[in-house]
């Protein structure tokens, strides 16, 4: 699926430039200012922001500072673009959460390579985390909001994990967020939709179950919360590729 990338500044001609650019590597939402910037980051998945700072009304200092204390939006990376060429105004733009900085008039190359680097790093964090057995979900946090906000959803999960049947609406709801929201929260954070990651999850402590050697697989099935060992099997190859019992005969023994 092609990244999606919102662009805010209020110069139509920096835009443009940029949508030439980035048109063809990415799926581009453009913003004159702030607030239109809002409205997307509503309704959109995003994953990366592009934004001046001089801009009237919210200027780029300020949508930065208020995407990173929002937990629906603080795991975006941000880049902000600034005709200022002082340490103040750079020191400034790392304070308020920017992910990188660059100064106008800029390279299209230096741009799409910090692209490029933002969103790959972004992207092994996700994977690792799917494919491995141990990796616990705060390894996708950005910040200490994310962090708080994963832990909170990997608990609730642990806590019912015996139910196959877990709800998202219930999730969404003990994360104080609507559905929509959720979904394009942890799609955005993780790339899984919300029953992947409680898959995950459940896999995740499965594996730890296997690594125990206390339980039958049939046992571990039940009480991550599949009714079907044929399809715990089929789930665990699908993510960790290998068998559970493969697994259990790949771990150092005791």
């Given at each position: ?24 590597t ?8 702030g ?27 300020e ?5 990173k ?6 795991h ?10 002082t ?18 008039p800029?390279s ?31 390894v996708?946090?950005?910040?200490k ?23 998202i ?10 559905r ?34 206390e ?7 039940r ?27 790949s771990?150092?023994?005791?």
């Open positions: 699926m092609t990244d999606s990338i919102l662009i805010i500044d209020d110069n139509e001609d920096i835009l443009e430039f940029l949508s030439v650019v980035l048109g063809d990415y799926t581009l939402h453009l913003a004159a200012n607030e239109i910037a809002q409205e997307i980051l509503d309704k959109e998945v995003v994953n990366l922001i592009i934004s001046d700072i001089m801009m009237p009304g919210i200027d780029g200092f949508l930065c500072r208020k995407v204390s929002d937990v629906e939006y603080c975006i990376p941000i880049i902000l673009l600034t005709s200022k060429n340490y103040q105004a750079h020191i400034e733009g790392l304070e308020v959460g920017a992910d990188a900085y660059i100064q106008k800029f299209s190359e230096l741009l799409q390579v910090q692209i490029v680097n933002l969103l790959k790093n972004r992207r092994k964090i996700k994977e690792h985390f799917a494919s491995s057995p141990f990796d616990d979900v705060a996708m946090a950005h910040s909001t994310d962090e708080a906000f994963l832990r909170k959803l990997d608990e609730y999960i642990k806590e019912n994990i015996k139910d196959p049947n877990i709800e609406d219930t999730l969404a709801e003990h994360m104080y967020m609507s929509t929201t959720f979904y394009r929260k942890i799609k955005s954070l993780s790339s899984l939709s919300p029953k992947e990651l409680i898959d995950i999850t459940r896999l995740k402590k499965a594996a730890s179950l296997i690594a125990e050697n339980f039958s697989l049939n046992e571990i099935s009480m991550v919360g599949y009714s079907s060992q044929s399809l715990f099997s089929r789930n665990f190859q699908k993510y960790f590729k290998m068998a559970p019992m493969e697994y259990f005969r771990l150092p023994k005791k």
